[in-house]
């Protein structure tokens, strides 16, 4: 058996997902999990599946390859395929009870996100989604991050410090408040 | 994740339309503190609310911070004291006043409601000791706050004690001349008081309570507003009924965040969980007010026609809202009118267009009553004992909770103008009509008979 981590981007155009799925599948090919975003006009996607024995990775970066970033056009898609040896973490179940939102305002420079995303490095904090928009001139990011390992009095101090600084606001606040305001039944 | 929009409405709500906890208020039975003396009793209460207490502010503190939403006050509300100084002389009811208040500074909490009793039925011992002790009892203290239940639907409305209380408000206001009456800001008379209303002044541990509870109070006036205004600027155009579902649904949002917040901190102090108020409580910042709400929902003046419908439409759809949002709601639970505490409120009765009439219709529909109502100083007892009289009655003919916390300011005139501070804010004196024509009916006393609609059985 041969189980791999498959990643493409490509410009964003119908059936993707068809063509790779459907290639994945003519070579026998299982896939476990998948997950894909889109980015003005840009896709990506990344998935795990395990091919019977017989099956390669040349085999597979082949077929694969073939795969137009559009219809008709030259340029093919982005492709990474590797095979995974190590052990794949657990599926996430329930939510960790330390899950945090940390919303993050400033004025769009060069520069904003990798401050912000430095500091998480340094306080332990694992990002588990992040999304960025534009708001009345703004810059907005959002990132949902694992606090469990990480002291929360020094995280806010050093955001309180780093925004007095580097010129942004920000506020970090528990999921609950997030999921209570607009789920029902959370 | 929830949708970005979705925590970015969140955040706006809290950072900038003002959506806060109003009040963590904890509930403490003081029934077992009952001593061989006023002083021992006094003791043991004392020592009570510092051993359930003692974290409330910390924990506040950390539950604020853990979601980002800052709570106002923290506050304690105990057993109504003539229940536990029944016998005791005013000066010792003093006494226990003074207890209540120093563990209240010890703890850090800002006010403690429960200098109360309950006069629904006829006067006490117990009951004329208390009375006789509040202008002591309120002028010489910081936190405590003071109320009585002076009638129930289910008892009708003690008069004689109506008349008392009356007299005792006046006297009240008269010590604390220096701060414009300010003791009488700390009481209120109620008809169907809620024994577990977490805010201020009425907030009382009733006797059928557990021995602690957590209860909280939302507010969000503010965030209100803004979805109204947001839902008058989209398309089509909203007819009463869609600024009904408006208001219903960011009520829900509002009681939520509450509900979180109770939760936890009650988990975190090891106490169940009591209820959330879900009422619209304003304070006198800008952008915090009941009063912009009324007049966004389509009158230019707080009073014209059209402002008691308004309070109707909006006190229900508040408690729609609020009630899917918890599993618990309680204590009061719809629209405050507190004219000093509300600035488009008091700016309407600045300007004669909020009149104590227009008033006293509006809170037949909304929550709590005519509530920090600042009078003129030489407003007569007996005009005074009708006010309460007229306001108690529409809770005990409507089977509902009406109160009156009016503060006769001592030395001055209708017109004329009064600051308390903080969030007991300031107002004109708001003009009284017909002074010294009540006498009469303020010298009957007795009881008004609880109404037909009581026997329910």
Known sequence: MLTTVISVMSRDRVGIVADVSARIAGLGGD???????????????????????????????????????????????????????????PEPDAPSDEEYVLAVRGPDRIGLLADVTRICKEHQLNILDLSTRKSDGQYVTLLHVDAHRAPLDRLRETLVSASTVRGFA????????????????? | MVRSDQILSTVAMIQEEKLDV??????????????????????????????VAGRLVEVCDAASERFGVPITNTRLAVTPV????????????????HALDDAAGALGVDLLGGYSANLENGMSRAGDAWIESLPEALSSTQRVCASAQVGTTRHGLNMDAVVRIAEAIVRTAERTAD?????????????????????????IHGVGQPDAVVNIGVSGPGVIARAIERRLAASPVPRLQDLAEEIKRTSFRVTRTGELIGRFVAEQLELPFGNVDLSLAPTPDVGDSVGEIIRLLGVDAIGAPGSTAIVAMLNDAVKKGGAFASSSVGGLSGAFLPVCEDQELARAAADGSLTLEKLEAMTAVCSVGLDMIAIPGDTDAATLTGIIADELAIGLINNKTTAVRAIPVPGKAAGDYVAFGGLFGESVIM??????????????????PAPLHSLRN
């Not at chain 1, 019977?52 to 219809?71: H, K, W």
């Not at chain 2, 003009?431 to 008004?448: E, H, L, Y």
Request: charged fraction near 20%; hydrophobic fraction near 45%.
């Open chain 1, 170 to 186: 920000f506020t970090l606040q528990h999921n609950d408040v997030f999921r209570a305001t607009h789920e029902i039944g959370a």
């Open chain 2, 22 to 51: 109003r009040a963590v208020t904890l509930g403490i039975s003081l029934l077992e503190c009952r001593g061989a003396s006023p002083r021992a009793t006094a003791d043991a209460v004392r020592a009570r609310l510092e051993q």
């Open chain 1, 31 to 89: 896939i476990a999990d998948l997950s894909q975003t889109t980015l003005r006009g840009f896709f990506t996607l990344i998935l795990l599946a395990t091919f019977p024995d017989g099956v390669s990775l040349e085999q597979l970066r082949g077929e694969l390859g073939q795969i137009r970033d559009e219809p008709g056009a030259d340029r093919k898609l982005e492709l990474i395929v590797r095979e995974v040896t190590e052990q794949l973490d």
């Open chain 2, 431 to 448: 003009p009284v009509r017909n002074t010294g024509k009540s006498s009469r009916f303020a010298a009957f006393g007795g009881k008004i």
């Open chain 2, 82 to 97: 003539a229940h536990i100084a029944a016998g005791f002389s005013a000066d010792d009811f003093v006494l226990l006043a």
């Open chain 2, 179 to 203: 701060t414009g009456g300010f003791a009488a800001a700390k009481f209120v008379v109620f008809m169907n008081q809620p024994d577990d209303n977490p805010f201020m002044a009425g907030a």
